[in-house]
């Protein structure tokens, strides 16, 4: 019997019990903790009713039960095998189903949640949202609905869902449970936590361990992704971790593993399919993985480094119909700067790009090779990525009116990736106010060697470009959940530069660009928790930024500071800067160094 999944350990000297094993009531809501920069602000409820087993989306829209009942929980008296942050206890009995405003679903094979979806696609890959105009309404909706209507898009590497339907239920006891719990949180009602517990339970249950296969690794990719949106950041990289680990050892980042299966009918289609859909999971995880050590600045970007043969994977819309070509190698997408035609390759493919060349970014200052001979060449490859994208990648919004979303993820990653590594360097390493958040860590000075005025001037234009993104004609809903981070790194770069710098127009901009991002949070908060988390915190560093301007003494920048020490101290750092920039470059570049009216200059990207 293969070994069980050990879960990931709690934070150092931090003891936390998981909510596998707590004495809860299934479906109790779970207490969030407050805002770290606002001590005094309460924790907020969860904003969804919990409601046990049953719930109804409307009057008459109920839901489908689960595919199957969840493995038996372990019992109170197992040993040697649970977790150091898993208490022992047992669950308490599930409460009994409310009668109130609840309807029983009808007499029928509604047991299986695959069931509804089988009967609702009829061979159509497009479900209806709320934002979308609904033409004929669904009698039924399940969780697997609202998974491919909301979450699929931003992650497609689970199988589209007219191949999950002829896929074996026993292969998906683990991925499904998951692939619930991440729908439940785009339910008002569904009971998230009685569906993370289940999840939890599929994944590392000790009673019934998962198999170790590719199918698992989805599901711990899935769930990683889960509770870093949950605002579980730790737990999430354990996991992920946990899940790189199980795709290396079945030698996932290797060709030959989703090489074969071809051949005519019906069976060669699903091989195909599936065989892309382990091509999506590798660079998922690679995806993944290269995310969480950007936004957290800590930790490795471990599968950077890792040897890798594994194809690029296909159109979006190839995928879900099942047409799969001949995939790309990894070493043709690389030779495309110097082939002889013009191959447009996959929107994923460009996501990959995006990611690596963030990896070439975080590698800065982790020694070996000079730090200015990574940050040219990861500065390079920012540039390089933007110049060769083929033309008609370079819309975001294509001919049916509809965003890319793996486009739209590789513009948030580069822009991101420029502000990591230029802002370090630019006058916005200094800010008059605490700016850190839970996804934005303290910025740290390095000393630059081209002028300052250049890297502020970067770092500005990918803030401006992260909050365009937000104004494309796409619910944010749909958008992954990290872009939460992304939008909140954003907030916080022109939160900085309000503080101190911008004047005028420039200063306006900004303030309704942080307006923007605030709002964007507002309304990711009741499906992200980690929203919720950003939310207050931008919240709370706005309000000290834009209490500076209201305060005594006149400005260092536009009327903009905090008093005359505060002037003297920031004027003292600049009069240094511009001796470094003559030093470094010439005496003809102490006029742009030192200028403090920066100019953000040059043709900005206009959000299409």
């Known amino acids: 019997m293969p070994a069980a999944l050990t879960p990931p350990p709690s934070r150092a000297g931090k003891p936390r019990v998981s909510p596998l094993l707590t004495t809860i009531a299934v479906g109790a809501p779970l207490k969030k903790r407050a805002c770290p920069l606002s001590p005094t602000r309460a924790a907020a409820p969860r904003k969804k009713p919990q409601i046990a087993y049953a719930w109804t989306l409307s009057n008459t829209n109920l839901w489908s039960r689960p595919i ?83 979450f699929h898009a931003s992650h497609p590497f689970c199988l589209p869902p007219a191949y999950l339907i002829k896929t074996n239920a026993v292969q998906l006891t683990v991925l499904l449970p998951v692939m619930r719990y991440i729908a439940s949180v785009f339910s008002r009602t569904a009971p998230t936590d009685s569906f993370r517990l289940e999840a939890e339970s599929a994944l590392f249950g000790v009673a019934h361990p998962p198999p170790r296969n590719a199918f698992t690794v989805q599901a711990l990719l ?27 050892e079945l030698g996932m980042n290797q060709a030959e593993f989703s090489a074969g299966g071809g051949g005519d009918g019906p069976a060669g289609e699903m091989a195909r399919v599936l065989n892309e859909s382990w091509r999506r999971t590798w660079w998922e995880l690679y995806f993944i993985d290269g995310l969480i050590a950007g936004i957290h600045q800590r930790g490795a970007f471990k599968l950077w480094s890792v040897e890798c043969t594994v194809p690029l994977p296909c159109e979006e819309a190839d995928y879900a119909a099942g047409r799969i070509p001949e995939p790309h190698s990894l070493q043709e997408f690389d030779d495309r700067y110097f082939a002889t035609d013009n191959t447009v390759f996959s929107s994923f493919s460009y996501r990959v790009e995006a990611v690596r060349i963030l990896g070439q970014v975080l590698a800065v ?135 101190w710098l911008l004047s005028g127009d420039e200063a306006f901009l900004a303030k309704e660009r942080i307006r923007l991002g605030v709002g964007a949070l507002k309304g990711l908060d009741g499906t992200w928790g980690v929203a919720a988390e950003v939310l207050g915190q931008v919240k709370w560093v706005a309000r000290e930024c834009f209490a500076l301007e209201e305060g005594e003494g006149g400005g260092v920048v536009g009327g903009v500071g905090g008093g005359a020490a505060e002037a003297e101290e920031v004027l003292r750092y600049l009069e240094e800067e511009r001796a470094m920039g003559e030093e470094a470059w010439g005496a003809d570049a102490g006029g742009v160094v030192g200028a403090l009216a920066l100019p953000v200059g040059g043709v900005e990207w206009d959000g299409t």
């Open 68 to 150: 199957a009942a969840a493995p038996p929980l372990p019992p109170a008296t197992t040993s040697g095998t649970l977790p150091p942050n898993i208490t022992q206890q047992k669950l308490a009995s599930p409460p009994p189903v409310p009668t109130a405003n609840f309807s029983p679903p009808p007499a029928g094979p509604h047991t299986n949640p695959l069931s509804t979806l089988r009967a609702h696609q009829k061979n159509s890959t497009t479900f209806p949202t709320q934002q979308d105009p609904i033409q004929t309404p669904a009698a039924t909706a399940n969780l697997m609905q609202l998974y491919y209507a909301y």
């Open 222 to 248: 899935l769930f990683a992704i889960g509770l870093h949106s949950e605002n579980e950041s730790d737990r999430a990289s354990q996991v992920k971790d946990i899940a790189a680990d199980l795709a290396l």
């Open 365 to 499: 200052g982790t020694g070996g090779v000079s730090d200015d001979t990574r940050a040219d060449a990861a500065d390079a490859g920012l540039a390089n990525w933007g110049l060769h994208l083929p033309r008609v990648k370079k819309e975001l919004v294509g001919g049916d009116r509809r965003v890319d979303e793996m486009l739209f993820q590789a513009h948030m990653v580069i822009n991101a990736a420029i502000i990591y590594l230029n802002r370090p360097k630019s006058h916005l390493a200094i800010s008059l106010i605490p700016d850190s958040t839970t996804v934005t860590p303290p910025t740290t000075w390095s000393p630059p060697t081209k002028p300052i005025a250049l890297h502020t001037a970067r770092t500005l234009l990918a803030a401006n470009a992260i909050s365009k993104l937000l104004t494309l004609p796409t619910p944010l809903v749909k958008h992954t959940p990290f872009f939460t981070c992304i939008i909140t790194l954003a907030c916080i770069v022109h939160l900085s530069a309000c503080s």
